[in-house]
């Protein structure tokens, strides 16, 4: 085996599936202004999302689940607004599969 195939191995094992690319493009467009560094000045910066299910709990305190990260993001939690009505649960399936990628 060549070099070339283990650099083909390694970046087939980090590309993105087309549901967490899907999830990818949820994430920048709704999420990653607050979640990510942004300029909102707000007085408590919202949760880092970054591997969040690595974690046993959420930055909440919560279960680190699918339905606690469902939950949260469809009736939203303190600052963050709900997105139920804006995300369907095919769009909500593929955020949950890009965040379970650490945000790759």
Known sequence: MG??????????ATALTPQEAAGKHLYQLHCAHCHEDNDLSFKKMPPNLHHVFERATLPSGAPGSDAQVSRAVLEGKGMMPGFSGRFSGEQMADLLSYLHTGLR
């Open 3 to 12: 070099s070339g195939d283990s650099l083909a191995g390694c970046r087939s």
